[in-house]
């Protein structure tokens, strides 16, 4: 049984980040998991659980609640008829098999790697949401094989690698194909189901030494619970104030703090 003088200041930082996460996700559209990652790593740490795989536990966890999260998105998205069912099926293999190889890898290499993986990926994210424009184009419809595969393997691995939903590769990819922004929304929520089962799967078996209390695999269990019943609140609250406010300065605010977090990511990486 852990101390509760470490537990109980681990669960305070949890609801916060939960809390947060929701309010921000329901507000921005952005998926929790680019959220949730940086959090973990910054809250883990500075209550003194480092070790050598703090960013594989970081990953894991964030994958865990996005497991929850996306069946109840895509589940919400479906009744509103706004999911592309044949995208989802023709995707849905690739991202499935590209996903667990995604963990496979994450397991065996370093968490400096995946800092620096997140941080690059993170930072191009904060820069397509500062400076993308919805009238950019790749093409007038989605694409078939061989770009089609190509694809749908690059979202599943580098999601899986960053230990998240395959909303933030996958909305602004459908977008380019001219797929209008509410039916991409709608359907790469199903990507973060087909994405993060495999990884999790991957990821209960994944010994991880000096790992926070209570981590089966690299899944922390205290973080997964708290912060799905944060954001389950706090979500609706995030998605009253979108209808609520103007959410473009909001989001450009946003995109400038990821970039920033992305980049300090990088910092830690190169010893800054």
């Not at 960013?55 to 706004?82: E, F, P, Y």
Request: charge should be positive.
């Amino acid at each position: 049984m852990p101390d509760l003088s470490l537990l109980l200041p681990m669960i305070a930082a949890l609801v916060v980040i939960g809390a947060l996460a929701g309010v921000i996700g329901g507000l921005l559209g952005v998926g929790g998991g680019i959220v949730l990652v940086p959090a973990f790593f910054y809250a883990f740490g500075h209550l003194g659980y480092g070790g050598s795989q703090l960013m594989q536990v970081c990953v894991a966890t964030s994958m865990a609640t996005i497991v929850v999260t996306s069946l109840r998105s895509v589940s919400a998205h479906n009744r509103k008829g706004a999911v592309d069912w044949e995208v989802l099926k023709t995707w849905g293999p690739t991202l499935v098999i590209s996903a667990a190889i995604g963990t496979f890898v994450a397991g065996k290499v370093s968490s400096l790697t995946l800092q620096a993986v997140f941080g690059a990926l993170a930072g191009l994210a904060g820069l397509w949401m500062a400076f993308g424009r919805d009238h950019w184009r790749l093409g007038a419809a989605m694409p078939g094989q061989p770009v089609r595969s190509a694809l749908a393997g690059a979202v599943g691995f580098f999601s899986a690698m960053m230990g998240i939903g395959g909303g933030t590769f996958g909305v602004p990819l459908m977008t380019l194909y001219a797929m209008p922004i509410h039916r991409a929304v709608a359907t790469a929520s199903g990507f973060g189901v087909l994405i993060a089962v495999p990884s999790v799967l991957g990821f209960l078996f994944l010994p991880v030494a000096e790992a926070p209390p209570w981590t089966i695999g690299a899944v922390n269990l205290p973080a997964f619970l708290v912060v799905i019943g944060t954001t389950l609140l706090t979500t609706p609250l995030g998605v009253r104030l979108a209808h609520a406010m103007n959410p473009r300065p909001l989001k450009r605010a946003f995109a400038v703090f990821l970039t920033l977090v992305a980049l300090n990511m990088l910092r830690k990486v190169v010893g800054w």
